[in-house]
T-cell receptor
Framework: KAGVTQTPRYLIKTRGQQVTLSCSPI?????VSWYQQTPGQGLQFLFE???????NKGNFPGRFSGRQFSNSRSEMNVSTLELGDSALYLC?????????????FGPGTRLTVL | DAKTTQPNSMESNEEEPVHLPCNHS???????IHWYRQLPSQGPEYVIH???SNVNNRMASLAIAEDRKSSTLILHRATLRDAAVYYC???????????FGQGTRLTINP
């Protein structure tokens, strides 16, 4: 069974631009969560989508948004990029039910903002 | 979100057991204890989870204190591949959100 895939793996943008990252979950998984990882703040939860609906949201500004499609694939968008948005962005998928399913993480997208 | 406290780093030798401690004194009755680890240049991966009883799987064992205020992840025979950052996480039943702390960086000496 294929794992979680994220595209692109690396991205370089400049301040003020916007960026869209993509995540394809494991087949059959309906929940996709996004995390930001930086050396200073560690791993921080951005949001979670389940069946095309945002179910949970972390403490990030509105410049960070996401969506999920009917095939469970998810995209994350960051508008008006700032230098501090440079980070590794990870997505994780799970079955998403009330039972404690493990989350499977992708390899991440490394975003550099110049 | 309930917090966990872990040592910043630990070191062990190959083929020896490793005990990684975690304190979670503010744990609530519905919080499950999860452990994930992150190998270099990879996303985190699930290790084990439990609620009240000790748990074993092919990767590790989880020992949970009777009052649930602390737990210990046990790697029975460490290999070089176990060098990673280990995260102890409290997770509310049904919630997908994982709240990561700083974790413990485990170094394995050959």
């Amino acid at each position: 069974k294929a794992g979680v895939t994220q595209t692109p793996r690396y991205l370089i943008k400049t301040r003020g631009q916007q960026v869209t990252l993509s995540c394809s979950p494991i087949s059959g998984h309906r929940s996709v969560s996004w995390y930001q990882q930086t050396p200073g703040q560690g791993l921080q939860f951005l949001f979670e989508y389940f069946s095309e609906t945002q179910r949970n949201k972390g403490n990030f500004p509105g410049r960070f948004s996401g969506r999920q499609f009917s095939n469970s694939r998810s995209e994350m968008n960051v508008s008006t990029l700032e230098l501090g948005d440079s980070a590794l962005y990870l997505c994780a998928s799970s079955l998403g039910g009330l039972v404690h399913n493990e989350q499977f993480f992708g390899p991440g997208t490394r975003l550099t903002v110049l | 979100d309930a917090k966990t406290t872990q040592p910043n780093s630990m070191e062990s030798n190959e083929e020896e057991p490793v005990h990684l401690p975690c304190n979670h004194s503010t744990i609530s009755g519905t919080d499950y204890i999860h452990w994930y680890r992150q190998l270099p240049s990879q996303g985190p991966e699930y290790v084990i989870h439990g609620l009240t009883s000790n748990v074993n799987n092919r990767m590790a064992s989880l020992a949970i204190a009777e009052d649930r205020k602390s737990s210990t992840l046990i790697l029975h025979r460490a290999t070089l591949r176990d060098a990673a950052v280990y995260y102890c996480i409290l997770r509310v039943q049904g919630a997908q959100k994982l709240v990561f702390g700083q974790g413990t960086r485990l170094t394995i000496n050959p």
